[in-house]
């Protein structure tokens, strides 16, 4: 029995750790964006009531 949980269970531990560095690529990419690129500045209308 051992031997045919073993290899599920490598694919599943491979498959969240590649998950995983994803993830934190894809973070860490948003993070650079916003920090580095310029401020937006959309002609768009605010969403709140004048009074």
């Known amino acids: 029995m051992r031997g045919t949980r ?3 269970a ?3 531990v491979q498959g969240l750790g590649t998950g995983a560095v994803l993830l934190a690529y894809w973070t860490t990419v948003a993070l650079l ?8 500045t959309s002609g768009a209308e605010s969403v709140r009531r004048k009074a």
Do not use: F, N
């Open 6 to 8: 073993t290899p599920r």
């Open 33 to 40: 964006a916003r920090w580095t690129g310029e401020p937006r």
């Open 10 to 12: 490598a694919r599943t």
